[in-house]
């Protein structure tokens, strides 16, 4: 079974810091890899996605995120955080192999960016 | 718009009372999922359904239950056997779950179960 780690519970910065968010996994075979984001009170959304090719990956807002697969990770990054970046960031993944298109999450990491 | 919706948006329960969570979907989705999100544990999968009239257990299914008579929809019951079903629960769809399909899933609003 696959299992996903985010390093970092809660991450504070302030405008116009940079932000990388951690993502190790678990799972030897070939998988699908998947940054959401949930702003407060909103529902939760795809930020990016890597299924294959190029591993740097570009997605919504500035948010990019490179599979390293020797390393069994997906970091997220964004040059330069905004106010409006404050949300949980969710890492997940999914086997291609499995049945079902089943998503196992990592804990979450609550960004806050302070004006 | 398309998409999914879930309701109610809050809801409060009497312990051992069993309790129905509504999820909708008009995108023409064949799989859907129901999640459990608490604070620091991520989202945990509950159940999943693959096809109309199929169903199967996630890795935290004790104490719920589902059915999926309709594509459109994917209910789920928090039955008094949840021992602890004070949670933010996330219905999901995608578009198909064959193996090998590379596709991402979409989330509903949230509902946010209370039990007193």
């Known amino acids: 079974a696959q299992s996903v780690s985010q390093h970092n519970h809660h991450v504070i910065l302030s405008e116009a810091a940079s932000l990388e968010l951690g993502c190790n996994y678990s799972y030897g075979g070939t998988v699908n890899l998947f940054w959401y984001v949930q702003y407060p009170g909103q529902h939760l959304q795809l930020l990016l996605k890597?299924?294959?090719?190029?591993?740097l990956v570009k997605g919504i807002k500035g948010f990019e995120a490179e599979f390293i697969k020797s390393k069994f990770s997906f970091n997220l990054r964004k040059p330069s955080v905004q106010w409006s970046d404050t949300a949980e960031y969710f890492c997940a993944v999914n086997a291609q192999e499995a049945a079902g298109n089943k998503l196992t999450f990592g804990g979450g990491t609550r960004v806050l960016v302070k004006p | 718009d398309g998409g999914i919706t879930q309701s109610p948006k809050y809801l409060f329960r009497k312990e051992g009372q069993n309790v129905t969570l509504s999820c909708e979907q008009n995108?023409?989705?064949?799989?859907m999922y129901w999640y459990r999100q608490d604070p620091g544990q991520g989202l945990r999968l509950i159940y999943y359904s693959q096809i109309v009239n199929d169903f199967q257990k996630g890795d935290i299914a004790e104490g719920y239950s589902v059915s999926r008579e309709k594509k459109e929809s994917f209910p789920l019951t928090v039955t008094s056997a949840q021992k602890n079903p004070t949670a933010f629960y996330l219905c999901?769809?995608?578009?198909?779950?064959?193996?090998?399909?590379?596709?991402?899933?979409?989330f509903g609003q949230g509902t946010r179960l209370t039990v007193v």
């Open positions: 999901a769809s995608s578009i198909g779950a064959g193996r090998k399909l590379n596709t991402e899933a979409f």
């Open positions: 890597y299924f294959s090719g190029d591993p």
């Open positions: 995108l023409n989705h064949d799989a």
